[in-house]
């Protein structure tokens, strides 16, 4: 997995590329609470290029929703892949998350 951020005011967009697995999920949490640590509120997850995420992957997207949640924050996920929202639909988790087709239109939702 590759992970980059750009930060906005108080909404950092994470552009995860590849595979959310178990063994890069810690690498998501970390980026993340430093984020929260310099005053970012809500996320963008650019998941255009994200190809697989397993159950800890899935886990984590729960986890930041929550994390975020208690900091009166918000999700939101930008031009999944077919794939991953067949994961999504799958496991019943497709409703707890909102989507967006781009980037953009997620930030847009943020306002």
Not at 14 to 41: F, P, Q, S, W, Y
Not at 81 to 89: G, H
Request: proline share 1%.
């Amino acid at each position: 997995m590759k992970l980059k951020h750009e930060d906005y005011d108080q909404v950092s967009v994470l552009t995860i590329r590849g595979e959310l697995t178990t063994d890069e999920v810690e690498t998501l949490r970390k980026v993340a609470l430093d984020r929260m640590e310099h005053n970012i509120r809500d996320f963008v997850l650019d998941i255009s290029e994200m190809e697989f995420i397993d159950s800890q992957g899935l886990e984590t997207l729960l986890w930041l929703q929550e994390t975020c949640g208690e900091k009166l924050g918000q999700v939101r996920l930008a031009a999944p892949k077919q794939n991953v929202e067949k994961i999504l639909e799958i496991t019943r988790l497709i409703a707890r998350f909102d989507r967006h087709d781009d980037v953009e239109s997620a930030m847009k939702s943020l306002r």
